[in-house]
RNA sequence: GCGCCUGUAGCUCAGUUGGAUAGAGCACCCGCCUUCUAAGCGGGCGGUCACUGGUUCGAGUCCAGUCAGGCGCGCCA
């Protein structure tokens, strides 16, 4: 049990003996540490309720109160309750969090299955940086969901099916070079796709011929599903690099293509159950009439009032659409799967495709959590979205590398006895962290204009920070001379640096669960800021090597639990630590 | 036309779901390495929370309206 919900237990006591019946209320961690560690408004919520004073209603609350060892509670303000918690209390919850593994973090999503579906790149385009939101977000969810119980698959649901392979197909059989291709992948499909996209632009001719190659390879052409399947697997190993640099992982990697023979008798279905129907020779989804115009995602307002919105599952030509392959992978993710919660890591741009693919999964009777954890978008310098087609995009590569070149840049400055292999390794894992911290700092929402000064800064609020906090400790470990016993140690907080590192350990496990309310890993790598800051300062004003037992052993404990705590915390962010830097 | 997102220090951003005197980093100024890694620590400067009303003990947070920027709304994904 954390600290907050012995807290919070022992508040619902005080208040049902308070008031002579049930109830509960919420405790949170204080503001400001003057106010001590934790607080609760309920004596003003119910005083509002009962027309009474909140602070004479405090103070029968605070009566009732039974803390024993764990804290002493005060009044202030306009009724506020403040609980300090005594530092014997954070002594024995340190000593608790030493020989918990899971370093005091309850198991919440035990026994559910969540799919996440993130990354999810086109292929036979290069990653840009606008497809780092997705990527790096999806991976530190599935970190932590892992952590807190639930069992995680990670799918990759990659675009190798699209449209866009009528353009790649009629490339690659005209203006590919094989040399370059076989030098180097990605650049040349990279090359064919634009030069094909503008010859397509100014010729409708050369359109009508990339049309044609596609209704080809969805008939089963087979020199172009020969094409098409070299494409994916040049792609697919160009991904793979990139992933690897990254440290994200896959379960699974079903494409849109996994789909394609579901599709017709899905449509087919819908038609039937009479969720869909035929219109201007498109089958469609429209509303089911039994909402207000304004709280249907198949209604929209124009010029002249409601008019249908309809989502379209097939084209008039017979070509279906990604709603019929989202639609099918629901299908196919509750069915194999037997998802709980499906999260869909996409920008904030595709919010009414989901509401209207959630809404029309319930009409078919696909039922579960299906979440679309939204993002905002990576601008250009114009302030203007960057556009995918382009391809004149900063690729995603050339960010990762510029990265860990400023991390080597530094290491040669700061730390020059780091040579070779191993400056390079670190150069990799401080860089590589620094570009993920930046995306996971920020509140996922927050449109952000791309620039490289900022993904790649090193000093002050990044991973490095947090990096070389760990690195301290490790010294500090390097240095001892007899093996250590942490679970062994009599925990005694001496000084206030060290009450306040025992105060943030117990709120590691406090955190953890809310950061997946509303998918916020921003709230942990807060958090991570917040325990490395009060670690250096510890680290300046405690000596941990050269004090007297038993304050040595305890601040060696410390120490551990730190260390612990931010390479887990780290680790679920996807960020890795080097043992020096 | 309607809907969604955003607007907080010079810059980049947080703000625990309505709490107490709105916080970090960068930049700038002052101090700290013969002691466990100075990628650090301590201190200072910096605010009409876009604007106007409303709800209440209390609003950056909720409601209404206005302004500014971005995005979306039938055969792309």
Same mark, same amino acid.
């Given at each position: 049990m954390t600290l907050l919900q012995d807290l919070e237990c022992r508040l619902a006591a005080a208040l049902a003996a308070t008031l002579g019946e049930p109830a509960t209320a919420a405790v949170t961690a204080a503001a400001d540490l003057r106010f001590g560690d934790y607080q609760t408004n309920a004596a003003m919520v119910l005083a509002k309720q009962r027309k009474t004073n909140p602070r004479a209603l405090a103070q029968e609350i605070i009566d009732h109160l039974e803390l024993g060892g764990l804290a002493t509670a005060d009044i202030a303000g306009p009724g506020f309750i403040n609980f300090h918690i005594l530092p014997a209390a954070y002594a024995a919850r340190v000593a608790e969090l030493i020989r918990d593994p899971q370093l005091g973090v309850p198991p919440v999503g035990a026994g559910r299955t969540v799919i996440v579906d993130f990354s999810a790149p086109n292929v036979a385009k290069p990653m840009h940086v606008g497809h780092i939101r997705s990527t790096i977000i999806g991976d530190a969810l599935c970190r932590i969901a892992r952590f807190l119980g639930f069992t995680v698959i990670a799918d990759n649901h990659i675009g190798d099916w699209g449209t866009q392979f009528g353009m790649i197909l009629h490339g690659w059989k005209t203006l590919l070079d094989p040399a370059a291709l076989d030098a180097d992948p990605i650049p040349e499909l990279l090359r064919v796709y634009r030069d094909v996209n503008a010859l397509a632009k100014a010729d409708p001719a050369a359109l009508e011929t990339c049309k044609n190659e596609l209704v080809k390879l969805q008939a089963g052409d087979p020199d172009n599903l020969t094409i098409w399947r070299q494409c994916i697997e040049v792609s697919k190993r160009g991904l793979q690099k990139i992933y690897a640099t990254l440290d994200v992982h896959f379960d699974?990697?079903?494409?849109? %293509?996994?789909?394609n023979d579901r599709l017709a008798g899905l449509v087919d279905e819908f038609v039937a159950k009479g969720i869909a129907r035929e219109s201007n020779g498109a089958i469609c989804i429209f509303a089911d009439g039994t909402r207000k115009p304004e709280d249907d995602p198949f209604m929209v307002h124009k010029e002249d009032g409601w008019t249908d919105n309809p989502t379209i599952i097939r084209k008039a030509d017979g070509g279906f659409l990604y709603a019929t392959t989202d639609l099918a992978t629901i299908q196919f993710r509750i069915d194999e799967w037997h998802a709980d919660h499906i999260w869909y890591v996409v920008g904030v741009p595709q919010q009414l495709h989901f509401r209207q693919l959630f809404d029309a999964a319930a009409r078919w009777g696909k039922t579960g959590d299906f979440q679309h954890v939204a993002f905002g978008s990576i601008l250009g310098e114009d302030r203007k979205l960057m556009k995918?087609? %382009?391809?004149?995009?900063?690729q995603l590569t050339d960010v990762l590398t510029e990265a860990v070149d400023r991390a080597a840049k530094i290491i040669a400055e700061k730390s020059p006895d780091l040579q070779g292999a191993e400056a390079a390794e670190i150069a990799a894992i401080v860089g590589i962290g620094a570009v993920k911290f930046a995306e996971l700092s920020q509140n996922r929402l927050t449109d952000y204009v791309f620039a490289w000064d900022r993904m790649l800064a090193l000093q002050g609020d990044t991973a490095p920070y947090l990096q070389y906090s760990t690195v301290r400790i490790r010294s500090i470990f390097r240095k001892l001379d007899a093996p250590f016993d942490a679970s062994a140690a009599a925990i005694i907080l001496h000084d206030a640096a060290e009450v306040h590192l025992a105060r943030l350990h117990a709120r590691f496990g406090e955190l953890l669960p809310a950061i997946l309310e509303d998918f916020r890993p921003n709230l942990l790598a807060n958090y991570l800021l917040e325990l490395a800051r009060a670690f250096h300062s510890f680290f300046e004003a405690c000596p941990v090597l050269k004090s007297d037992e038993p304050l040595r052993s305890s601040r060696l404990a410390l120490c551990e639990l730190t260390g612990r705590i931010l390479n887990t915390g780290l680790g679920l962010l996807g960020i890795r630590c080097p043992e020096r830097m």
């Open positions: 699974h990697w079903l494409g849109e %293509s996994y789909y995918t087609r %382009s391809g004149d995009n900063v």
